[in-house]
């Protein structure tokens, strides 16, 4: 082999390293959108028809898992927030061992609870193991084994900044993810707050109280 050729085929290697990488940490990114969105279809994309999850709560085939935490699990919460980070992935041919830390928030509406009260916040950071196989040219998860390392439970006051209805995230195909490239047709009118006048005027009147 040429030295010419030698550097291409390094090259080669190089190129499906990185390209591998940006696909598995897509997937991941894609799962936290689908368990947040409460969109089963985006979750189901990420695993093979095979896959298995670990979860704990609920360990078993990965297809079926994903429709059901969407739709028996997730909308007991008000809302849901994963965020992803620290992957560190390590090929094996057309497999990868994936580790990534997950910060998970859920917010509780406490049931009959007055809707100015403070809702409760469960943190949990958490770790997802993963075994990523390509098929195909297509890297999903195979096994995924969840651990978790912290929790922590507090409440937190409403949010006292009036938000208007369209600015609020959705768990439904309406919210403005979905909207793609016609994102701008969504565009509101000019307008201007101070932001911070609310937490002035909030903390003013319990410093009076």
Known sequence: MSDTETRLAALERDLDDLRSREAIRDVL?????????????????????DAYDTHWFANGPAQPFA??????????????????????????GDRAFVESHVHVLHEMAVPGQNPDKPY?????????IDIFERREGIWKILYRHSLVDNTVEFEVP??????????????????????????????PEDIRMNFFAPFVERNSAEAQS
């Open 158 to 187: 409403v949010y006292p900044v009036p938000l208007p209805e369209p600015a609020m995230g959705k768990r439904t195909k309406d919210d403005a993810v979905y909207a793609g490239f016609d994102l701008e047709k969504l565009r």
């Open 67 to 92: 429709e059901w935490v969407v739709a028996e699990v997730l909308p007991h919460a008000h809302t849901t927030v994963h965020s992803l980070t620290n992957e560190i992935i390590e090929f094996a």
């Open 120 to 128: 409760l916040h469960q943190l949990v950071e958490c770790r997802y």
């Open 29 to 49: 990114h894609r799962y936290c959108r689908g368990v947040d969105r409460l969109d089963a279809e985006v979750l189901k994309a990420c695993y093979h028809d």
